[in-house]
C-alpha cells in the first residue's frame, strides 16, 4: 500500500495546474467565458431577438420557432468558435446522475456537402432514447421515446468540446421522467402565489423568486489506494475499516491550512468552474480529515441546482488529472463525518428585497414575519414529506450520527425571534386589538432589523435552521439533487400561503383590518406549529424523547420515510398544486424504493467478496505463520515452557480462527436472506426487508473484519487502511 500512495503522491505534486496561464488573470476576466449567458446573447443574438427572448422568459412563455431558429444559430456560432463539435441536451433523468446524447454539428446540404447546421427545432427538442432510464412504471421497457426540451431559463454552456443545452426530460404521455420539471413548476407556483401575498405591503413586488447557496462537502482520497478497495470502487463508501489511533478528535483538520496536493486541484476546479459561470465562494478544511467544502454565492434556485450538478461533475474530471478520487457518499468512512450538501434556502423579489430579511420599518417586518411564519407552519404541517425528500441509503447511515442534523424535522429560529413569538402569541386575543395593542406590537416587530442578525445564532444540530436571511436546509444529503428537497419546499409553502391568503380574507370579510387580519393569522399559526421548534442540542437523547412526546416523527430509515409518498394528504398537496400527478408521485416512491434495495443488494454482496476473498485468506495466512512459529518453538522447550511461551501467539490463533468462523457463518446467512429478499416483488416490502432483514449484518460483519485488521500482519492485510486513506 505504501508503495501505491507514494508512486501516486509524487506523480501529483509534480504536475501544475492546468490553465496555468488563466491565473495570472483577474476571474472577472473570464468568468462565464464558456457560457451563452445574457452578455454573449445581447453580442451574438439580433437585437429584437434578444429582447423578445428575455420577454418571454421573464413571462414564462414558450419560444417560438422562428425565434429558436435565430437562437441555434448564433448559439452554434459562438459554440464553434469556442472549440465545439457537438451539442447535447443536458437533463437530469431519476436516476441521481445527469445525461448526455452528443450530436454533432457536422451535417450534409445538398447531397454530399459537409457543413455545421444547428436549427431551432434540435435546440427545443431531442428524443433520446428513455427506455433504460428509471421511469417506476410510467412506461414500459420497450417504449423507448422520451423527449427533452430546451430550458430557457439556465443558459447553455460548453463543456470539452460539446454545446450543453439545460432541458428538462418528459415521456412520451407528458409525464416527467427528471428532477427539472416538477422544479420549475413549483418555481412557478411559489412566484404565482407569494406575489399574491406581497401585493398586501408591496404593490411594487410583480416577482417573486427562491434563491439557493448549495454548500458541497466531499472528501477526497488517492486514487491508487481507492482502486484497491473494491468497497470504495464500487460501493463509494468503506463496509469495514478499524478506526486509526488519530482520525478527527483533535479537531486540527476544520478550516486548517489547505494541503499542497488538494490546494492545486482546488485552483484548476475554480478556474474551470468560473468559466461556466459557477460562483464558486468558499473553500475550506472540513472536521473528518481529507474532507473540503466548497460553497458558492447565492443563485436562483433553479441554475444554483444545475450548477451543483456541473460542479460535481468537474470535480470529478480534475480530481482524477491530479490523482484523486472525489467521494460525494454520505458517510464513507465509519467514525468520521460524513458530508452533507447544506441547502441554503431564502426568497428574492423583482424590487431586490430578500423575504426573509427584516426591514427598516413594522410595515416591512409584518412582510417578512408574514413569510417567516408561513414557512415554519409548512414544515410543520409537512415535515414527513421533508424528511422523505432527503432519504436515501447513504443518507440513513449519516443523520443523526454526531455530526449531521437528526432524523427528527425540528426549526431553529433563535431566541430574538422565539420571543417575538411569544410576544404574539400572548399578547393578541381573538378579539379585535385597541389602537394601543396594535402600537405596542408594531413597535416591538420594528426592533427587529436592529438584532436580528446579531441575536439568531447558528444550530448546527438542527436539520432546518433559520440564519438571519436565510433558512438552512442541513440534512441534506452530499450526494443528492437537491431539487427534489427544493420542490418540496417550494410547494409546501405555496400551498400554505393560499390557505394564508384564504384565512386573512375571512377575516377581512368579518371588518378586521388588514394588518389586524394578518396578526391574527399569524399567531394562529404560531400556535399550530411550536411543537416543530427547538433552540436545543439535536444530537441529544433527551430531544429524541421530548420529540416522541411532542408527536414529532423520528423516521430513522429510508423505506419508512418514503411511505408518506403515499398518503392521501400528499396526494392532495402535489396534485392541487399541479406539480405532479398521483403516477408520478407513485413512480418517484418506486424509483427510490427500488434505488434503496440495490445499494443494499451490492453492498452485501461486495461485503461478502471482500470477507471471503481478502479478509479470511489473509486470516488465515498470518494464522498459519504463527502454527509455524508454535511448532517451532514445540521442538525447541519442554512442556512447561512451551506454554508458558507460546501463550500469546495461540491465542491470537484461537481468536482469529473465532473471528474466521463468524465471519464466514453471517455471509453464509447474509447470502441466504437476501436471496429470500430478492424474491420479493413489492418495492416497499423489499426495501423494508433489505432494511431489516440484511443490514444488521453490516455490522457484525464489520466488527470482526475490524478486529481481525488490528491482529494480522500489516504486510499480509491486502485493504488500503483508514491510516492510509485518511491522510494525504
Same mark, same amino acid.
Given at each position: ?109 445538398e447531397g454530399t456537402l459537409p457543413i455545421e447546421q444547428f436549427e431551432g427545432a434540435q435546440l427545443i427538442q431531442q428524443e433520446p432514447d428513455a427506455s433504460s432510464f428509471p421511469s417506476g412504471g410510467i412506461r414500459n421497457t420497450f417504449e423507448a421515446r422520451g ?202 423579489? +423583482? !424590487?431586490?428585497? $430578500?423575504?426573509? %430579511? #427584516?426591514?427598516?420599518?413594522?410595515? &416591512?417586518?409584518?412582510? @417578512? ?85 446579531? +441575536? !439568531?445564532?447558528? $444550530?448546527?444540530? %438542527? #436539520?432546518?435552521?433559520?440564519?438571519? &436571511?436565510?433558512?438552512? @436546509? ?31 380574507e375571512k377575516l377581512m370579510t368579518k371588518n378586521f383590518d388588514k394588518d389586524e387580519a394578518i396578526f391574527q393569522t399569524l399567531r394562529k399559526y404560531i400556535k399550530a406549529s411550536k411543537k416543530i421548534l427547538f433552540e436545543g442540542n439535536g444530537y441529544s437523547n ?24 403515499? %398518503? ?161
Amino acid at each position: 500500500m505504501k508503495d501505491l500512495r507514494l508512486q501516486s503522491v509524487l506523480i501529483a505534486t509534480n504536475r501544475e495546474p492546468k490553465n496555468q496561464e488563466n491565473q495570472s488573470d483577474k476571474p472577472s476576466k473570464y468568468f462565464g467565458a464558456n457560457v451563452f449567458g445574457k452578455e454573449l446573447m445581447r453580442e451574438f443574438l439580433p437585437s429584437d431577438v434578444y429582447h423578445k427572448l428575455t420577454s418571454l422568459k421573464e413571462r414564462r412563455l414558450e419560444v417560438d420557432v422562428k425565434t429558436a431558429d435565430q437562437i441555434a444559430s448564433s448559439m452554434k456560432a459562438w459554440a464553434i468558435s469556442k472549440g465545439a463539435t457537438h451539442y447535447t441536451h443536458w437533463f437530469q433523468p431519476l436516476n441521481g446522475a445527469t445525461a448526455e446524447k452528443h450530436d454533432a454539428f457536422l451535417n450534409y446540404a445538398e447531397g454530399t456537402l459537409p457543413i455545421e447546421q444547428f436549427e431551432g427545432a434540435q435546440l427545443i427538442q431531442q428524443e433520446p432514447d428513455a427506455s433504460s432510464f428509471p421511469s417506476g412504471g410510467i412506461r414500459n421497457t420497450f417504449e423507448a421515446r422520451g423527449y427533452s426540451a430546451w430550458d430557457p431559463t439556465s443558459p447553455a454552456f460548453v463543456l470539452d468540446g460539446t454545446l450543453c443545452i439545460p432541458s428538462i426530460f418528459i415521456a412520451y404521455t407528458g409525464e416527467a421522467l427528471d428532477f427539472k420539471t416538477p422544479l420549475l413548476k413549483s418555481i412557478n407556483l411559489i412566484n404565482d402565489v407569494a406575489v399574491d401575498i406581497c401585493q398586501y405591503f408591496d404593490k411594487n413586488i410583480t416577482r417573486v423568486y427562491s434563491t439557493l447557496g448549495l454548500e458541497q462537502e466531499y472528501f477526497l482520497i488517492d486514487e491508487a489506494l481507492h482502486n484497491a478497495r473494491p468497497d470504495l470502487l464500487l460501493t463509494g463508501r468503506t463496509l469495514c475499516g478499524h478506526m486509526p489511533a488519530k482520525s478527527q478528535q483533535i479537531e486540527d483538520h476544520y478550516f486548517g491550512a489547505i494541503p499542497d496536493r488538494v490546494s492545486l486541484f482546488m485552483k484548476e476546479l475554480e478556474i474551470e468552474a468560473w468559466k461556466l459561470g459557477i460562483p464558486a465562494k468558499t473553500r475550506h478544511n472540513e472536521v473528518a480529515p481529507n474532507q473540503f467544502e466548497l460553497a458558492p454565492i447565492f443563485e436562483e434556485s433553479n441554475l444554483a441546482i444545475d450548477h451543483n450538478l456541473l460542479i460535481m461533475i468537474l470535480m470529478q474530471k480534475i480530481a482524477k488529472k491530479h490523482h484523486f478520487k472525489v467521494l460525494f457518499h454520505e458517510k464513507p468512512f465509519s467514525g468520521v463525518n460524513g458530508s452533507g450538501k447544506h441547502n441554503n434556502w431564502s426568497l428574492a423579489t +423583482n !424590487t431586490g428585497k $430578500n423575504l426573509l %430579511s #427584516p426591514g427598516k420599518t413594522p410595515k &416591512n417586518n409584518l412582510l @417578512f414575519l408574514t413569510f417567516f411564519v408561513n414557512i415554519i407552519k409548512a414544515v410543520h404541517d409537512h415535515a414527513d414529506l421533508l424528511r422523505a425528500s432527503i432519504a436515501s441509503a447513504g443518507n440513513d447511515h449519516r443523520l443523526g450520527a454526531h455530526e449531521a442534523p437528526p432524523a427528527i424535522i425540528s426549526v431553529f429560529i433563535g431566541t430574538t425571534l422565539s420571543n417575538i413569538f411569544k410576544e404574539i402569541e400572548n399578547k393578541v386575543s381573538d378579539r379585535k386589538m385597541t389602537p394601543d395593542e396594535k402600537t405596542e406590537l408594531k413597535l416591538n416587530i420594528g426592533k427587529i432589523p436592529q438584532i436580528i442578525l446579531d +441575536n !439568531t445564532d447558528r $444550530n448546527r444540530t %438542527s #436539520p432546518f435552521a433559520f440564519t438571519g &436571511n436565510k433558512f438552512e @436546509f442541513r440534512a441534506v444529503g452530499a450526494s443528492a439533487n437537491c431539487a427534489a428537497s427544493n420542490i418540496v419546499l417550494n410547494t409546501i409553502l405555496a400551498s400554505q400561503l393560499i390557505q394564508f391568503k384564504d384565512d386573512v380574507e375571512k377575516l377581512m370579510t368579518k371588518n378586521f383590518d388588514k394588518d389586524e387580519a394578518i396578526f391574527q393569522t399569524l399567531r394562529k399559526y404560531i400556535k399550530a406549529s411550536k411543537k416543530i421548534l427547538f433552540e436545543g442540542n439535536g444530537y441529544s437523547n433527551e430531544w429524541a424523547k421530548e420529540a416522541e412526546a411532542r408527536g414529532l416523527s423520528n423516521l430513522k430509515n429510508t423505506p419508512d420515510a418514503l411511505k408518506i409518498y403515499l %398518503s392521501e394528504k400528499t396526494k392532495n398537496l402535489f396534485e392541487t398544486q399541479k406539480i405532479f400527478t398521483y403516477r408520478e408521485l407513485l413512480a418517484r416512491q418506486e424509483i427510490r424504493l427500488e434505488n434503496y434495495s440495490k445499494v443494499i443488494q451490492i453492498e452485501s454482496r461486495v461485503l461478502g467478496d471482500i470477507a471471503i476473498n481478502h479478509i479470511i485468506p489473509a486470516a488465515i495466512r498470518y494464522q498459519n505463520i504463527l502454527i509455524e512459529n508454535v511448532n517451532g518453538l514445540r521442538k525447541m522447550l519442554n512442556d512447561d515452557d512451551f506454554l508458558m511461551q507460546t501463550a500469546f501467539q495461540r491465542g491470537i490463533i484461537k481468536r482469529i480462527s473465532n473471528h474466521i468462523n463468524t465471519i464466514d457463518h453471517n455471509v453464509h446467512i447474509m447470502s441466504l436472506e437476501r436471496k429470500i429478499t430478492n424474491r420479493i416483488e413489492d418495492p416497499q416490502e423489499k426495501a423494508a426487508a433489505y432494511c431489516r432483514n440484511i443490514l444488521p449484518f453490516f455490522d457484525v460483519l464489520k466488527y470482526h473484519v475490524d478486529k481481525l485488521e488490528v491482529l494480522i500482519d500489516n504486510k499480509i492485510w491486502t485493504l488500503p487502511k483508514y491510516r492510509e486513506l485518511l491522510f494525504l
